[in-house]
């Protein structure tokens, strides 16, 4: 199949969806498919990659989402997809991108929607009046609107099925097994973050609103108040990060930015005591598998889908505080919390989630 997937929302910095299309595409590629990528940038581009053809159209980016672009031109859209003739598309975004679901249904184009993100999610951290009857309206459209929507927890799904939706598969993401691993605990870094007497907390996400990191940092003053011994590595960026730094100025915090070298990023999160997954909306949390493929528990917020995610290798709590988790994992010896987190991560792999999103495809006929 000639499978063309569309997203929004990319950019170089960008986490979990750029990995999860990455690593899918590869798959793809390598089962005889051919995966071809659209998404924007600040200019056009055509290049043969390891995840298939990718191609960049020229995009705006969205004030206020720090370097995020979109695909706009419906026109410069539909061109290209007349010309690569897909036998099925896969759409990773449900903003500007919606109207294909009835493009590829005029043109005998199969068609798939995987959600990445909660809309009731987004519309509550927004403070949207009336979100629930809104979300279920457009979850509605959107559910009508492709053959399939493919949603990677049972978490993500919820609010497709009170929306009355019956096409919609449920297909888990995966992890890099082999890349993060818990060989890549490294003592040299972790005594360049933290005192041996300290615990070494890592926060790994997008420095924005809807992923609530001030949470990291309420945590952090938690533990410290508790006589907790602790110290923070927050490795990501966003439009939140000046406000954090002034309000973590008193706080024993690393600010590492957004990290481009996966080999220590691999090698952080395996170091780490434990690492602090604070998003309310997630609908996955890559980083948090990331981290439990590298042997470190992580606590989670219980309004997500990460707590089905980490399973029994993490702990989910309530509100912004989440110390009483840490101090849950904590309490667990480190020989059984290490090898639970890393059993945890092995029940997820890429080449399960490839075969997954391909069988959604192959079953559309």
């Known amino acids: 199949m000639r499978i063309v997937r569309l997203a929004n929302f990319i950019t170089p910095s960008s986490g979990g969806l750029r990995t999860g299309l990455r690593e899918l595409g590869k798959r793809y590629a390598e089962a005889?498919?051919?995966?071809?990528?659209?998404?924007?940038?600040?200019?056009?581009?055509?290049?043969?990659?390891?995840?298939?053809?990718v191609i960049t159209l020229p995009g705006p980016k969205v004030p206020?989402?720090?370097?995020?672009?979109?695909?706009?031109?419906?026109a410069e859209v539909k061109s290209l997809l007349r010309e690569l003739k897909p036998d099925s598309i896969e759409v990773s975004d449900r903003s500007t991108l919606r109207?294909?679901?009835?493009?590829?249904?005029?043109?005998?184009?199969k068609s798939v929607m995987v959600s990445h993100e909660s809309l009731d999610g987004l519309l509550r951290v927004a403070r949207i009046p009336g979100r629930g009857w809104l979300s279920r309206q457009l979850n509605r459209r959107t559910a009508r609107g492709y053959d399939r929507i493919?949603?990677?927890?049972?978490?993500?799904?919820?609010?497709?099925?009170f929306a009355g939706a019956t096409n919609v598969s449920r297909v888990p993401l995966g992890v890099d097994l082999e890349f993060f691993h818990p060989s890549k605990a490294d003592s040299v870094l972790r005594s360049s973050y933290a005192k041996p007497d300290e615990v070494l907390l890592v926060c790994c996400t997008r420095l924005s609103p809807e992923k609530r990191p001030q949470r990291a940092l309420i945590t952090l003053e938690s533990l410290l108040a508790q006589g907790v011994k602790a110290t923070m590595v927050i490795a990501g960026d966003g439009p939140l990060r000046s406000t954090l730094e002034r309000k973590a100025a008193h706080l024993p915090v690393s600010f590492a930015g957004w990290v481009s070298d996966r080999e220590h990023l691999a090698r952080l999160l395996a170091t780490a005591d434990v690492v602090v997954a604070p998003g309310p909306i997630e609908t996955f949390g890559l980083a948090a598998l990331e981290a439990l493929s590298g042997g470190t528990p992580t606590v989670v917020s219980a309004s997500s889908a990460l707590p089905d995610v980490v399973g029994d290798?993490?702990?989910?709590?309530?509100?912004?505080?989440?110390?009483?988790?840490?101090?849950?994992?904590?309490?667990?010896?480190?020989?059984?919390?290490?090898?639970?987190a890393r059993a945890r991560a092995e029940q997820f792999s890429w080449d399960?989630?490839?075969?997954?999103?391909?069988?959604?495809?192959?079953?559309l006929g």
Request: net charge positive; hydrophobic share 45%.
């Open 32 to 53: 005889g498919h051919q995966p071809v990528l659209v998404m924007p940038g600040p200019g056009y581009s055509d290049l043969l990659t390891e995840q298939g053809r």
């Open 99 to 109: 109207w294909t679901g009835k493009w590829a249904r005029a043109n005998g184009v």
């Open 64 to 74: 206020g989402m720090h370097g995020y672009r979109i695909l706009l031109r419906q």
């Open 150 to 161: 493919l949603c990677t927890t049972a978490w993500a799904a919820r609010e497709f099925a």
């Open 352 to 363: 399960a989630a490839a075969a997954g999103f391909l069988a959604v495809h192959e079953s």
């Open 313 to 340: 290798a993490g702990v989910a709590v309530h509100g912004d505080d989440m110390s009483a988790g840490v101090m849950q994992l904590l309490a667990r010896p480190e020989q059984s919390r290490r090898p639970a």
